[in-house]
Nanobody, 125 residues
Framework: QVQLVESGGGLVQTGGSLRLSCAASGRNISSYAMGWFRQAPGKERECVSAISGLRIYYRDSVKGRFTISRDNAKNSVYLQMDSMKPEDTAVYYC????????????????????WGQGTQVTVSS
């Protein structure tokens, strides 16, 4: 089992920054693909960013503004969010993919088998 706990969400003004943290316990996640997802009210959960080894993915709407990183010593993954926009408002989730499958469907929530509880991010205009 992998337990994931997100933190760092909150209320920020347009153009501001937040740094989300995802602390893992139960297993060492350094070899796992990790993803950050978000879900706004009435919308489907979408992949914001993902990381597997040296490969990194960002959805187009956050490229140049968000940065994913991981600290294996702290068994954690982070999402630095800069130049934030009201459309970034959502609940953000951290997820772990513990399967040794090719990194193909990393955008799909179904690829991930462990999830955090989520943290609310609200960007005011």
């Amino acid at each position: 089992q992998v337990q994931l706990v997100e933190s760092g969400g909150g209320l920020v003004q347009t153009g501001g920054s937040l740094r989300l943290s995802c602390a893992a316990s139960g297993r060492n996640i350094s070899s796992y693909a990790m993803g950050w997802f978000r879900q706004a009210p009435g919308k489907e959960r979408e992949c914001v960013s993902a990381i597997s080894g040296l490969r990194i993915y960002y959805r187009d709407s956050v490229k140049g503004r968000f940065t994913i990183s991981r600290d294996n010593a702290k068994n954690s993954v982070y999402l630095q969010m800069d130049s934030m926009k009201p459309e970034d408002t959502a609940v953000y989730y951290c997820a772990a993919d513990t399967n040794s499958a090719p990194w193909v469907n990393f955008r799909l929530p179904g690829e991930y088998d462990f999830w955090g509880q989520g943290t609310q991010v609200t960007v005011s205009s």
